[in-house]
């Protein structure tokens, strides 16, 4: 039986270590974080940055950089949109032994790629030659994203209640986590699914902020959002609820990707070890009250209602 533990991964351990720096550094939390503009206390900007994870060891062996870049946006500018954020712009942090021009030129088409899909300026970054550091052939890519949001249309969960219902919008197939887990199982595989593995992630930028401007106009708002990365449903949903409420999820309402069954089916993986490590086909997860469930839908067709807000203690019930 495969575990994400197995793999190299510690998810216990590295929530432990985020606790730590929440206590270091108070203005630390949520998805992305918030800094007050002192010019115009109507708004602030929000800042959130990310890597790619084990994902770009998939880049490396396929030898294929030309997506790996929208992962790499998606990563920052999801976690900006879910406080109803607008991204402005992204840097990226680009490391290697030795500079490759083609293989660049490549990772840097997939992150003009992502800044289109996000609708946002890519205005710098930083490109490291680091002999000796990294294997022939490897990089490492990191990125920051900044944005901006009025204050009084902050989506920070405080308003939801027992009786809101709950919509998702699917993912892509992994995204961009889980991959010690995924290369550990398809070690020998690698190749035969390869486009189905490093499809990029799904950018949801533009179809969350027409789906807020959507719901203002006919008085309704989004409650609280979460971009479903590591830890899956269970460790990301919550991170929106008050502590007074609990998510329900029914996972008979949606389907996971095919690639993703094929995992668990492959590398025997429990049903918990899969939810604690993957999407399992909801990228985004959103919170509205009852009334708003048709306009909403009415904005994004696509959107699935896959469970409800009941009273608890800020977790997730997969049932």
Not at 49 to 78: E, P, Q, R, S, Y
Not at 234 to 248: H, I, M, S
């Amino acid at each position: 039986m495969s575990t994400y533990k197995k793999a190299g991964v510690d998810i216990i351990l590295g929530d432990k270590f985020a606790d730590f720096i929440a206590t270091k550094a108070k203005g630390i939390g949520g998805f992305a974080g918030l800094y007050p503009l002192p010019i115009n206390k109507e708004y602030s900007l929000v800042g959130s940055t990310d890597g790619v994870g084990t994902k770009l060891k998939l880049a490396f062996i396929l030898n294929k950089h030309d997506t790996i870049g929208i992962d790499l946006v998606a990563m920052c500018v999801n976690d900006l949109v879910v406080c109803g954020a607008t991204p402005l712009f992204f840097l990226d942090y680009y490391a290697t032994g030795k500079l490759d021009l083609a293989t660049s030129k490549k990772i840097i088409s997939g992150i003009l790629d992502g800044c289109k899909q996000a609708n946002c300026a890519l205005i710098g970054g930083e490109t490291a030659e680091m002999p000796g550091f990294y294997q022939k052939g490897e990089y490492d890519l990191a990125g920051f994203s900044v944005g901006i949001v009025k204050n009084s249309e902050l989506i920070d969960g405080r308003k939801i209640k027992a009786g809101d219902v709950l919509l998702a919008l699917p993912s892509s197939g992994f995204h961009s986590n889980g991959f010690s887990l995924v290369r550990n199982v398809f070690a020998k595989e690698l190749k035969k699914y390869a486009k189905q593995l490093i499809t990029p992630t799904r950018i949801y930028v533009k179809d969350i902020l027409k789906l807020k401007a959507g719901l203002a106009k006919t008085k309704k708002e989004i409650l609280g959002m979460a971009h479903i990365t590591g830890s899956g449903l269970p460790g990301n949903v919550p991170r929106f609820l008050p502590k007074n409420v609990a998510a329900v999820l029914d996972t008979k309402t949606w389907q996971a990707p095919s690639i993703i069954k094929t995992l668990q089916k492959k590398g025997k993986v429990s049903d918990k070890d899969m939810y604690d490590t993957f999407n399992m086909g909801l990228g985004m997860v959103i919170c509205v009250k009852k009334d708003a469930v048709a306009s909403a839908k009415k904005i994004l067709p696509e959107l699935i209602e896959v469970g409800y807000i009941t009273k608890g203690k800020q977790e997730v019930i997969l049932k």
